[in-house]
């Protein structure tokens, strides 16, 4: 269904060393750097046949998290839940909701972690509990 996800980066240097930290943690590499017509700077990480990119706004305006906007990430164990968020909270992120963790959901128990990063977008890790 999607092709990519791309947030906006008001400091695109310390967006990549957020993003290099926590999509690290799932095997992710290192992005490739794409400059847009418009001199805008871009990062896009590619792994496991999907695409995160970072961007400078190329509006010009201030990059914003989305209200009510969550970007999930998968994960293959609960300690890879954890490291995820442990990475983001060390490189500029912040904790929120619930401490990392099991949870029992309405589609079934799942290990959760929620961060922001340093531009306000909200990003979960989960694994589902199978």
């Not at 957020?18 to 017509?37: C, I, K, M, S």
């Not at 929120?96 to 990063?117: C, F, K, N, Q, W």
């Amino acid at each position: 269904m999607f092709n990519h996800i791309m947030v906006g980066a008001s400091d695109i240097e310390r967006a990549k060393r957020f993003y290099d930290a926590v999509l690290g943690t799932l095997g992710a590499g290192e992005p490739l750097r794409n400059e847009a017509p418009t001199g805008h700077v871009r990062y896009f990480y590619r792994h496991d046949g999907n695409t995160f990119g970072i961007s400078e706004p190329i509006n010009g305006e201030a990059a914003c998290g989305a209200n009510g906007g969550t970007i999930g990430f998968k994960c293959s164990s609960p300690e890879q839940v954890k490291a995820f968020h442990d990475a983001g909270i060390a490189n500029g992120g912040t904790s929120i909701e619930d401490a990392p963790g099991l949870r029992e959901t309405s589609m079934g128990p799942m290990h959760l972690a929620y961060v922001r990063d340093p531009d306000g977008n909200k990003l979960c890790a989960i694994h589902r509990v199978k």
